[in-house]
């Protein structure tokens, strides 16, 4: 068990793209404990690879309605996505802040779990759908700021505003 840090812009990390796991051992159930560990210590809801410093295509959520299930989500990507919404949300990894972005309505995920083997899982409106597209775009290297849907539909928060609904925050 242990809280790593979380990595906060400009660190580059946040803009590479992470590798697809091909090792499914003791080794990556202790990285996604810790993955847990420290979302959940951040009262985050989700947490990607990238957010520690690690460039594997690794994701955690972890829904508050869903009483302490914990989603894993190793080697992610899309089926399918579709329709659009217009969502508010901000990341652990560039606190203080919360933009206006442009989501997909439906999303069609593909994953592996802990032990490699596939599933796949299908959301609509969301707060898991919304997660899942913030995630997954951390692990290409991606950030919710390329996602508003204007360049200045970005605000500063007050720090004791800073829960809500939104991916990366309870
Ligand atoms: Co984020």
């Known amino acids: ?13 946040l803009n590479t793209k992470a590798k697809r796991v091909k090792t499914f051992d003791a080794t990556l159930r202790r ?21 520690i410093g690690v460039l594997l295509r690794i994701a955690v959520i972890e829904i508050p309605e869903e009483n302490g299930r914990i989603r894993v989500f190793i080697n992610p990507e899309f089926v399918s996505r579709s329709g659009q919404r217009e969502m508010e949300e901000g990341c652990l990894s560039y606190p203080g802040y919360r933009g ?23 959301a609509e409106g969301t707060l898991l759908a919304h997660a899942l597209e913030h995630e997954i775009d951390h692990l290409s290297g991606t950030l919710f700021l390329e996602r508003l849907i204007s360049k200045d539909a970005i605000w500063k928060i007050p720090e004791h505003e800073m829960a809500g609904y939104d991916p990366e925050h309870k």
């Open 1 to 13: 068990m242990a809280i790593l840090p979380i990595r906060m812009l400009p660190d580059p990390v």
């Open 31 to 51: 990285l996604v404990d810790d993955m847990v560990d420290t979302m959940r210590a951040a009262k985050g809801v989700g947490l990607a690879g990238n957010q």
């Open 100 to 122: 206006n972005t442009t989501r997909s309505e439906r999303v069609h995920v593909r994953a592996q779990d802990l032990s490699g083997k596939l599933f796949s899982v299908k």
